[in-house]
């Protein structure tokens, strides 16, 4: 059964892999533009989508590890470096808003070149960031979420509390649901569709929210 492929570890496992790929289509993008010396007019309206939802993803991720999943596994698994890992989501959250401020830049259509320059060199210093972090917290915290044997009811409660303390904080959803499912390999999107009420992924996403992600589908898988 599929279901069993899911708990908090591997669900976050799988989540790490939507913001290792979307950082690097971001960055391979603004390398691109750069190099053509302006967006292309036509992925214009889908980059900004995507870069923002990046953004804002990645944002909410941290803030779910900072507030939810490291205090409750703190005592569980106390050999992770909590504190190295919450200290580097405050570098990561300081490129991050200079990542917006980029954005809005382009979207008010200031300097091109500029903002595409300053997406870059934020982009650099969360990408030698990245990394190395999720490689700790998977090999320190989410690679052992199984072994503490929770049970399936503690693991429902918490998949449910996270996701839904996650979703909190990543609006709006019609485009980060979408941003989610399709930075993943249909291997995984499924495994991670099983996650949302089946209005959302039958309905929502491919019908009624269509139009607004539908820009940023050059990007996504
Ligand atoms: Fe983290
Ligand atoms: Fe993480």
């Given at each position: 059964?599929?279901?069993?492929?899911?708990?908090?570890?591997?669900?976050?496992?799988?989540?790490?892999?939507?913001?290792?790929?979307?950082?690097?289509?971001?960055?391979?993008?603004?390398?691109?533009?750069?190099?053509?010396?302006?967006?292309?007019?036509q992925k214009r309206e889908g980059f900004l989508k995507y870069?923002?939802?990046?953004?804002?993803?990645?944002?909410?991720?941290?803030?779910?590890?900072?507030?939810?999943?490291?205090?409750?596994?703190?005592?569980?698994?106390?050999?992770?470096?909590?504190?190295?890992?919450?200290?580097?989501?405050?570098?990561?959250?300081?490129?991050?808003?200079?990542?917006?401020?980029?954005?809005?830049?382009?979207?008010?259509?200031?300097?091109?070149?500029?903002?595409?320059?300053?997406?870059?060199?934020?982009?650099?210093?969360?990408?030698?960031?990245?990394?190395?972090?999720?490689?700790?917290?998977?090999?320190?915290?989410?690679?052992?979420?199984?072994?503490?044997?929770?049970?399936?009811?503690?693991?429902?409660?918490?998949?449910?509390?996270?996701?839904?303390?996650?979703?909190?904080?990543?609006?709006?959803?019609?485009l980060?649901?979408?941003?989610?499912?399709?930075?993943?390999?249909?291997?995984?999107?499924?495994?991670?569709?099983?996650?949302?009420?089946?209005?959302?992924?039958?309905?929502?996403?491919?019908?009624?929210?269509?139009d607004k992600w539908k820009p940023m589908q050059p990007f996504l898988?």
């Amino acid at each position: 059964m599929i279901n069993e492929n899911r708990d908090v570890g591997t669900d976050i496992i799988r989540f790490h892999r939507i913001i290792t790929r979307s950082l690097k289509i971001v960055i391979q993008n603004v390398n691109r533009f750069l190099e053509i010396e302006a967006i292309e007019k036509q992925k214009r309206e889908g980059f900004l989508k995507y870069i923002q939802t990046f953004s804002t993803v990645m944002d909410a991720h941290h803030i779910l590890e900072n507030e939810r999943i490291f205090p409750y596994y703190r005592d569980k698994l106390p050999d992770a470096p909590y504190d190295r890992l919450m200290t580097q989501h405050k570098w990561i959250k300081t490129s991050l808003s200079e990542i917006n401020n980029g954005i809005k830049n382009l979207k008010s259509n200031s300097d091109e070149l500029e903002s595409l320059n300053l997406l870059k060199t934020s982009l650099k210093q969360i990408d030698k960031i990245w990394h190395p972090h999720m490689r700790i917290e998977e090999e320190q915290i989410y690679e052992r979420v199984g072994s503490l044997n929770p049970g399936p009811e503690e693991n429902n409660t918490l998949k449910e509390e996270f996701s839904q303390f996650f979703g909190e904080h990543a609006e709006p959803a019609y485009l980060t649901v979408p941003f989610m499912l399709y930075n993943l390999s249909p291997e995984d999107r499924a495994i991670i569709a099983q996650g949302f009420p089946e209005v959302v992924t039958k309905k929502l996403v491919p019908i009624d929210w269509k139009d607004k992600w539908k820009p940023m589908q050059p990007f996504l898988l």
